[in-house]
């Protein structure tokens, strides 16, 4: 059904948040491939025509649930638009700072089961860590092999979430946001600026 004087399908004004909340229910416990755009609006209780009008596809509104749950794209938006002198410890308390949240914690170990269980969703959030994190970050960098650099950082930015939040390998899990920092800081700066590489971002 569509309302014809505002121009787009009917849904009530909190339409898109229902959809954000659905989509991130059903990616998390059936996978990418079976969760459907009508099933999607079925499980908000709007038209399913709305997805396509908020998000673009399904596609893009799987992009929207993972800056939702885990954010490191956005993150490093944030931080790089602070300034980059001290983008790595900005970066990594920024990421900590999201993640130490519990409820985060809880749709990470649910992603995980929903990785290791559907291909699909492999693919799908392999394309979303490449399009809006490893790509952000060869934005930021100046110099030789920038995309290799970038990867690079992305998996300990990965390495991370899985060893702290999901897996939870001791010391890592329960040490305090200030000596994960110090700790691990080191390896994700050599990763964006290894040895004989400008030591500057864009």
């Known amino acids: 059904m569509v309302n ?3 121009g787009r399908p009917s849904g009530g004004s909190d339409a898109r ?3 954000i909340d659905a989509a991130s229910e059903l990616f998390l416990r059936d996978g990418y491939t079976r969760t459907t755009i009508r099933s999607i609006a079925k499980t908000a209780g709007v038209d399913h025509a709305l997805v396509n009008y908020h998000f673009g596809s ?3 509104l799987f992009t ?3 800056d939702l749950l885990a954010s490191p ?3 490093v938006d944030h931080v790089a638009g602070q300034g980059v002198e001290y983008l790595v410890p900005r970066l990594l ?3 900590l700072t999201t993640w130490d949240r519990p409820e985060v914690q809880e749709r990470s170990r649910r992603l995980l089961s929903a990785l290791q269980s559907d291909r699909p969703t492999q693919v799908a959030f392999r394309g979303y860590v490449e399009a809006h994190v490893t ?3 060869v934005d930021l960098l100046d110099g030789p092999n920038r995309q290799a650099r970038a990867a690079a950082a992305t998996s300990v930015i990965n390495g991370l979430f899985l060893t702290r939040y999901v897996v939870r390998i001791e010391p890592l899990a329960s040490m305090g946001r200030a000596d994960v920092v110090t700790h691990l800081g080191p390896a994700l700066h050599a990763c964006l600026h290894p040895p004989h590489t400008a030591r500057r971002v864009r």
Do not use: F, I, S, W
Request: charged share 35%; glycine share 10%; aromatic share 0%.
């Open 58 to 60: 399904k596609g893009e």
């Open 73 to 75: 794209g956005r993150l």
């Open 64 to 66: 929207v649930v993972m």
């Open 4 to 6: 014809n004087k505002r």
């Open 135 to 137: 790509t952000r970050l």
């Open 17 to 19: 948040q229902r959809l």
């Open 93 to 95: 308390n920024a990421l």
